[in-house]
């Protein structure tokens, strides 16, 4: 570089490979397929101890002793704790209410609620310390539902409730009530031609991430502790962490360790604390990894429901009023048992215009296990319940189903129950004429010259029929979702964006606390990067605490609001170099004062392509770094009494179509083809969001024919903690699922992007519902449906 | 836990003569989950991988002697026109990964009702060969399963093979499972017809404390086939007694609720696949004999 500072060469500037709305690789893919992908359980220290959890064999008792004795007097074991060891008066922790204890604290309220925990130098040694602590539990009756919970003698799960919601529940096992109303449904109801009822149950699906609940936990020289840890939202934790420890939040460092899969399974904490405990105890670094078995109890699950609906219609097809009770089982403890009721209840209308409605959502504590956070968020309850409605209306009104829902989509500019105008695209009717007119799959696909292709039909490879009693049924539904943290939340990110020149070649760093959970952010910010930047090598640091919080990697919020805030201090970042550029080189060329000016192919041009200075020369020995948080538009709280408020905002839609066949006689399904149609604003990685559509659709018809916790009602245990009862989808069952995407951008979000995580799990379930009633003829009240209910035999 | 290795046949059979509670484990593939499930910790595992003798099979004049820690994958690959019930159920165990390791002695170790062999077995007719230090002997696969999860082994035996007639004519393997892949059985059936002797056997899974044949079933159905010379005039047989057949089937079941279907459900399916199986087996034996007639 010359002297005098002046830019070496002028060429043409050229695109910046690898920018948004390219299909870029995921970084992490190749290793992930190949196992040598490092993940949370993965992680090892030199003289670590392992961490064993001691969790209750009943739900609900009273816990008269507990003794340590002959567990401590085992060779090898380094620490015995209890509620009585707990550091600090902290003993309890929670995502909104700090309701679950540490360790049970006189009283255990689920099947699996940690009592104690051991630290020992083998794994096996802790699991057998842990068989030898004695504890002595005096049972009490549980609450396993409405009745039972609220009941008037009820015995309560949580006594002398303090918290925020306690006040305007109208019974102490009630953990939130959110009540929407909204116009005059008893005089709608009068317009109305017909009006359809219906009872409808979702069981309790589990998020069934492949990697269980695993983190270290090193103590450090200044007393602090650092935790390696697979979670959903580092600095939630962390606020939830320290002051059980008794630290300040500087002393408890955390990375991101590799996670596989969350769902919002990662949401609440799970042995975080206990891993931290332990290793300030012993001084030695202590992980924790559960087995499949321990992670059935180990994270909250998908809220079980009961929902009662009632819909109204003129002939001609348009709804007059809906009303709904939508009561949600929360299990023992809070978790994010009041923003699923939110949800529940804003979106229980699905997306549809309708002016008269009566909602009221409950999230109940029983004794059942907890349930919070999963995919879909409480819309996924609601979506299986309207959109069973919207068909049996459509029959009753004697209307093809999707023109009955087209007649009643809403659209950009319609108000919600909350009083809320939608303002971005909301292409409901768009959507279901997209997955309406995709090409059918061709009909008997199993038949072949070689006899039936068992692995095209019902039962797959169990040779359970030929042909014989296959029917095939067609159903459609579409879904609304809401985008990000709603209600008021202080829904914010935060991110680190480094420019430099490494080796010649401008770099840029992004240093965000978002957890990679799988959903592809590492990759999208690399994009954004390349693309405000005009670089092609970009560096995504390891998420940690030592950079502002990223927010959660849940509500389909993360590319929206951290890949916001990564574009925003990029755009600083850009400004900050142009500056430089301006006072090296602005006498050079008049451009650098007059022209918009941009960062592409690693270097400085115009708006009109001229490009003034290779960014090499412009950053020299220079570094900038920007940190700066981002927020989207604040929404407001539900009123408690009316719902009414501007609680969400962005929502995000999809449709499906499902084409199943049933062996009707055996009551075996097999879906053949799951259509989906998505708006997701502007797609920033194609690959990717394709990816998450196929993922959450599967995911719904997971919920659709096999996924279900049982618990047995008069003992609240958990009947089936294995993936060999608790059954997945395999590639067997999963069908092909084309996929339409629709871009139409959202002007209010970086991008006009749109939050596409959770929509598609939405609308999948009542989907292939629909279907199996086309192709059976019942009616079919609850997901999951299983051989039984199809066959008589339940 | 001690961890046994014997070299030989001969080193098991002492091995396990000296410790008879020593669990025997070849694939792995259901002892490791109780393990790792801590739902058994034996004193002893006596590792069976070192006797190779366990791996092979032979195929006889009559009977298939099949090694007990033959895996799956090569039941299916090798043994499909001998023993084409067993190779049918043995596509139907776990996943790839399970079937290349699993083998038909750990199914009748363990004697779970669910285990996707026992069906099969039942229904071609098959002698479990077990031995210990006192001597060899065979037992019938209808005197082997003596309750839930118990077998006719003295603690002092191990099973060496199984011996399964070949397939004198069609046989067939149904399986309801929740998924339609990697799934353990609500309830299977087995159905093997026996031209040579002119008669049927069947098989049940999961629908009763113990794999079951439905006798009765076979009974009736043996006596309607000769009855109505169907054997001979290869007719569709008439769906009132395949309708009969399968009523007795269901009648044969003894099953309970749980986690994985109702007892009703599997009667009905059990009944549902009688049928089915019934029907596939007949149409096969009867082109067989179309075809056999058209070549004479």
């Not at chain 2, 006192?134 to 603690?155: C, M």
């Amino acid at each position: 570089m010359p002297a005098n500072g002046a830019p070496t060469k002028i060429t043409q500037g050229t695109r910046t490979k690898g920018g948004i709305g390219e299909s870029t690789l995921r970084p992490d893919g190749t290793l992930k397929v190949t196992g040598e992908f490092a993940y949370s359980s993965d992680m090892w220290h030199e003289d670590m101890l392992w961490g064993q959890i001691l969790r209750s064999t009943v739900a609900h008792a009273e816990i008269v002793s507990i003794d340590t004795s002959e567990a401590l007097a085992l060779p090898g074991v380094y620490a015995v704790m209890t509620y009585d060891d707990l550091p600090t008066d902290v003993r309890n922790y929670g995502l909104e209410i700090q309701d679950t204890p540490v360790l049970a604290h006189g009283k255990v309220r689920h099947h699996g609620e940690p009592v104690a925990i051991v630290a020992a130098d083998h794994p096996e040694t802790a699991r057998r310390a842990a068989a030898k602590i004695k504890v002595d539990y005096r049972e009490l009756p549980v609450v396993t539902d409405e009745a039972s919970a609220t009941a008037p003698d009820a015995i309560l799960v949580h006594e002398n409730r303090d918290d925020h919601h306690a006040a305007h529940v109208p019974h102490p096992n009630i953990v939130h009530r959110q009540p929407i109303v909204r116009g005059d449904v008893e005089a709608a109801r009068g317009r109305a031609d017909v009006i359809v009822e219906g009872e409808y149950t979702f069981g309790m699906q589990d998020q069934a991430f492949l990697g269980p609940e695993s983190g270290l936990a090193v103590p450090e020289e200044d007393g602090g502790v650092h935790l390696y840890i697979a979670t959903q939202w580092l600095h939630s934790d962390l606020r939830q962490i320290a002051p059980v420890l008794g630290l300040p939040e500087e002393k408890v460092r955390m990375t991101l360790a590799g996670v596989g899969g969350a769902f919002g399974g990662r949401e609440d904490l799970s042995m975080q604390i206990h891993a931290c405990l332990l290793a300030l105890r012993t001084g030695k670094p202590v992980k924790i990894v559960y087995n499949r078995f321990e992670s059935f109890f180990g994270h909250v699950h998908r809220h079980p429901a009961k929902l009662y609906y009632e819909h109204g219609a003129t002939k001609d097809g348009k709804l007059t009023h809906m009303k709904c009770r939508i009561v949600l089982d929360g299990g023992a403890y809070a978790s994010a048992s009041p923003a699923v009721v939110g949800n529940a209840s804003s979106l229980s209308v699905g997306p549809y215009v309708v002016d008269n409605v009566d909602i009221e959502a409950i999230a109940l504590y029983t004794n059942n296990p907890p349930c919070g956070a999963m995919r879909g968020f409480g819309a996924v309850q609601a979506c299986f319940a309207y959109e069973a409605q919207m068909d049996k209306l459509a029959k009753r009104l004697g209307l093809d189903p999707v023109e009955f829902r087209q007649l009643n989509a809403m659209e950009q500019g319609t108000v919600m129950p909350t009083g809320q105008p939608v303002d971005s695209p909301a292409p409901v009717a768009e959507l279901l004429r997209r997955v309406k007119a995709m090409p059918m799959p061709p009909e008997r696909q199993w038949e072949s010259s070689e006899g039936a292709d068992v692995r095209q039909l019902p039962g797959g490879l169990s040779n359970t029929t030929h042909g014989e009693g296959v029917v095939r049924g067609v159903g459609y539904a579409v879904g609304i979702k809401n985008v990000g943290f709603s209600e008021g939340f202080d829904d914010y990110s935060t991110a680190r964006v480094r420019m430099e020149v490494v080796g010649g070649e401008p770099v840029a760093t992004v240093h965000t606390a978002m957890a990679e959970v799988g959903q592809g952010g590492v990759t999208v910010h690399a994009q954004i990067a390349r693309t405000e930047l005009g670089v092609t090598r970009v560096t995504i640091h390891p998420a940690d605490t030592q950079v502002g919080s990223a927010g959660s990697t849940s509500a389909s919020r993360q590319t929206y609001v951290t890949g916001g805030a990564v574009k925003n201090a990029c755009e600083l970042v850009r400004e900050k170099v142009l500056e430089i550029g301006r006072r090296k080189f602005g006498s050079y060329h008049p451009a650098w004062a007059t022209a918009e000016l941009l960062l592409e192919g690693g270097k400085v041009v115009t708006d009109g392509g001229e490009v003034l200075a290779d960014l090499a020369d412009v950053l020299g020995e220079e570094a900038v770094e920007v940190e700066e948080e981002w927020r989207h538009r604040p929404t407001e709280p539900f009123d408690l009494r009316t719902g009414q408020g501007n609680g969400h905002v962005q929502y995000s839609f999809a449709a499906h179509r499902a084409v199943v066949e049933v062996d009707t006689e055996l009551g075996l399904v097999k879906v053949i083809e799951l259509a989906c149609a998505q708006d997701v604003g502007k797609a920033l990685n194609p690959l990717s969001v394709v990816g998450q559509i196929q993922g959450g659709t599967t995911q719904g018809l997971g919920v659709a024919v096999m996924e279900e916790i049982v618990v047995d009602p008069k003992t609240a245990k958990v009947k089936n903690p294995s993936f060999t009862d608790y059954l997945i989808p395999t590639i067997l069952d999963t069908p092909t699922i084309p996929v339409d995407v629709l871009e139409l951008a959202d002007e209010h979000a970086p991008y006009g992007l749109r939050g596409i995580g959770e929509a598609p799990t939405l609308s999948s379930t009542p989907a292939v519902l629909a279907a199996i009633r086309d192709a059976t003829g019942l009616e079919l009240d609850r997901t999951p449906v299983r051989p039984e209910h199809l066959t008589g035999t339940a | 836990m001690d961890f046994l290795r014997p070299a030989s046949w001969e080193e098991a059979l002492a091995a396990k003569a000296e410790h008879p509670t020593a669990v025997p484990i070849a694939g792995g593939t259901d002892v490791m989950v109780e393990i790792n499930f801590d739902h058994r910790r034996p004193e002893y595992l006596m590792d069976l991988n070192r006797i190779g003798d366990l791996t092979e099979w032979e195929v006889g004049e009559d009977t298939v002697r099949l090694g007990a820690s033959v895996p799956y994958t090569k039941i299916m690959e090798n043994l499909r026109a001998e023993l084409p019930g067993l190779a049918l159920a043995s596509h139907t165990v776990a996943s790839p990964q399970i079937r290349n390791r699993g083998g038909v002695g750990g199914n009748l170790g363990t004697a779970s009702p669910a285990g996707d062999a026992h069906p099969a077995l039942l229904a071609a007719g098959a002698e479990v060969e077990v031995e210990s230090v006192r001597g060899s002997r065979r037992i019938p696969i209808d005197e082997f399963y003596r309750g839930v999860k118990r077998n006719a082994l003295a603690p002092d035996e191990l099973i060496r093979a199984v011996h399964v007639k070949k397939a004198d004519g069609p046989q067939q393997f149904s399986k309801v499972g929740t998924r339609n892949a990697m799934v353990i059985a609500v309830c299977a059936f087995g159905l093997a017809l026996h031209p040579e002797t002119r008669t049927v056997r069947t098989g049940i899974g999961s629908a009763a404390p113990t794999p079951v044949r439905a006798k009765a079933a076979e009974e009736f159905l043996n006596a309607a086939l000769d009855e109505g010379g169907f054997w001979d005039n290869g007719k569709i047989i008439t769906p009132s007694v395949a309708k009969r057949f399968a009523d007795l089937c269901s009648a044969a079941c003894n099953p309970i609720d749980d986690v994985r279907g109702t007892a009703s459900y599997r009667r009905h399916a059990v009944g549902v696949m009688a049928r089915r199986t019934l029907t596939w087996t007949w149409e096969s034996y009867r082109g067989t004999r179309r075809a056999s007639e058209g070549a004479a």
